[in-house]
């Protein structure tokens, strides 16, 4: 009986650490994403905002897990903070279609197809060469170990 | 000052939310990153509900910008196409593509309406 609330309450205190772990990266993440909607306020009403911080997002993500994990030894915690929790909230999908019906609805086409098309194309794109220079920056480091 | 702390204690809650599924979908043996749509669906029709029923500017800060933006995210997305890309797994990543964009959108404008 005893070891059973012993184990339940170890995790409990597991599961506060991955909150608090999260909660830190998510708070920095989301406010990040919050002052870029407040500073690329054009008078156009173009979501710059949302357009910058996910396009940043898709890329830095992908290097981060697959170069900077690796060159720098972060630890499972911080990646979790960093990636779920930072990145996962800096980033959004749910801002990105609210301004996409926002756009339709007003009736602004061409600023609708440019920010579909920003959005779609750029982000997978933007994932893909953070890709590509998280492998070459590895090969690199590869290389000039040997050396 | 309180807007900015209100957006970051809901995206705290939203990602925690979001780590949450994603660790339970890990238990399922499916071969497709299946919850991470689900979660962009989900957060984007609850955005779209809330939009039209909240009319308090900071709750919907909260609940808004807050939870549905720290619960969806668009960089894991991203990854995980681009994954499937270099896996050389073409019709599986047009399938995400065309499946997340499709419903996200259609999810936001149901939640809107309702």
């Known amino acids: 009986m005893q070891v059973w609330f012993f184990y339940k309450e170890v995790r409990i205190i597991k599961e506060f650490k991955t909150f608090t772990i999260i909660f830190i990266g998510a708070f920095i993440g989301s406010n990040l994403r919050y002052g870029e909607s407040l500073l690329f306020t054009t008078s156009d009403n173009f979501p710059w905002g949302t357009v910058v911080a996910n396009l940043s997002g898709a890329f830095i993500l992908p290097f981060l897990i697959h170069y900077l994990q690796d060159r720098y030894k972060l630890s499972s915690k911080t990646i979790l903070s960093l990636s779920t929790g930072l990145l996962g909230s800096y980033t959004t999908f749910s801002t990105f279609t609210a301004d996409a019906y926002r756009l339709f609805e007003t009736g602004n086409w061409i600023y609708l197809a440019g920010y579909l098309f920003l959005t779609m194309i750029g982000g997978f794109l933007f994932a893909i060469v953070g890709n590509y220079w998280a492998v070459s920056r590895a090969f690199r480091d590869l290389e000039r170990s040997r050396k | ?114």
């Open chain 2, 1 to 114: 000052m309180i807007n900015s702390l209100l957006v970051g204690f809901g995206a705290g809650l939203g990602a925690y939310i979001r780590n949450f599924l994603m660790q339970t979908s890990n238990k399922i043996k499916i071969d497709f990153p299946f919850m991470t749509l689900l979660i962009n669906i989900l957060g984007s029709f609850a955005l779209g509900y809330l939009t039209a029923s909240v009319r308090d500017k900071r709750m919907l800060l909260f609940l808004g910008t807050g939870i549905c933006g720290g619960f969806t995210t668009f960089g894991t997305f991203n990854m995980e196409l681009s994954q499937l890309w270099f896996q050389r797994r073409f019709f599986s990543c047009i399938l995400y593509f065309s499946l997340t964009y499709i419903f996200g959108i259609l999810g936001f404008v149901i939640g809107i309406q309702m």
